[in-house]
């Protein structure tokens, strides 16, 4: 009896902490939305003063869109994408970010925009020979394997789409 009262205990535990983290992101991705609204203001996308970084606003759904992602990083603050990936649909929203270390040709569409809630992301080239040296110090090492340690929360899917770091 005891063994289950600490099992509920721990289950409490984890799942306070997950709603903590999840009303944390939820407010940095509002804050970022924020950000990249005033920064833009009419829909479309532009380059920042930050090498490789871009801003996107859009009030309405796209068309599919071919393109190639460099590698890099896909914010998204508010809104919805869905990129396809050969015969496979990944939707990214404020959840889900897309990291990629490889060029891939997708096909990419904004599924949720609209004037009153605009789909706001920012998309960041990476330098890969600066991420194999950040990737190979202590404290990231330390860090991946604390996640790979960590609990997923029942019912939620993992998803990883990613590529290893050639070269």
Same mark, same amino acid.
């Given at each position: 009896?005891?063994?289950? *009262?600490? /099992? *509920?205990?721990?289950?409490?535990?984890?799942?306070?902490? =997950?709603? *903590?983290?999840?009303?944390?992101?939820?407010?940095?991705?509002?804050?970022?939305?924020?950000?990249?609204?005033?920064?833009?203001?009419?829909? #479309?996308? =532009?380059?920042?003063?930050?090498?490789?970084?871009?801003?996107? =606003? %859009?009030?309405?759904?796209?068309?599919?869109?071919?393109?190639?992602?460099?590698?890099?990083?896909?914010?998204?603050?508010?809104?919805?994408?869905?990129?396809?990936? /050969?015969?496979?649909?990944?939707?990214? #929203?404020?959840?889900?970010?897309?990291?990629?270390?490889?060029?891939? +040709?997708?096909?990419?569409?904004?599924?949720?925009?609209?004037?009153?809630? +605009?789909?706001?992301?920012?998309? !960041?080239?990476?330098?890969?020979?600066?991420?194999?040296?950040?990737?190979?110090?202590?404290?990231?090492?330390? !860090?991946?394997? *604390?996640?790979? %340690?960590?609990?997923?929360?029942? /019912?939620?899917? =993992?998803?990883?789409?990613?590529?290893?770091?050639?070269?």
């Amino acid at each position: 009896m005891l063994r289950r *009262a600490e /099992g *509920a205990s721990e289950m409490l535990k984890q799942r306070n902490s =997950r709603d *903590a983290n999840a009303s944390r992101l939820s407010h940095l991705l509002t804050e970022l939305a924020k950000k990249i609204s005033n920064s833009l203001g009419d829909p #479309g996308e =532009r380059a920042t003063e930050v090498p490789g970084l871009m801003l996107y =606003r %859009r009030t309405a759904p796209t068309v599919p869109n071919p393109s190639t992602y460099e590698p890099s990083l896909l914010v998204i603050a508010q809104g919805r994408i869905r990129v396809d990936l /050969g015969k496979a649909s990944y939707v990214f #929203g404020q959840s889900r970010f897309l990291v990629t270390s490889l060029e891939v +040709p997708v096909m990419s569409q904004v599924i949720t925009a609209s004037e009153k809630a +605009p789909y706001l992301a920012f998309f !960041l080239k990476l330098d890969m020979s600066t991420v194999r040296t950040f990737s190979t110090q202590k404290k990231f090492i330390f !860090l991946r394997q *604390a996640l790979a %340690r960590a609990q997923w929360p029942p /019912g939620r899917q =993992r998803l990883n789409w990613s590529t290893p770091v050639l070269g």
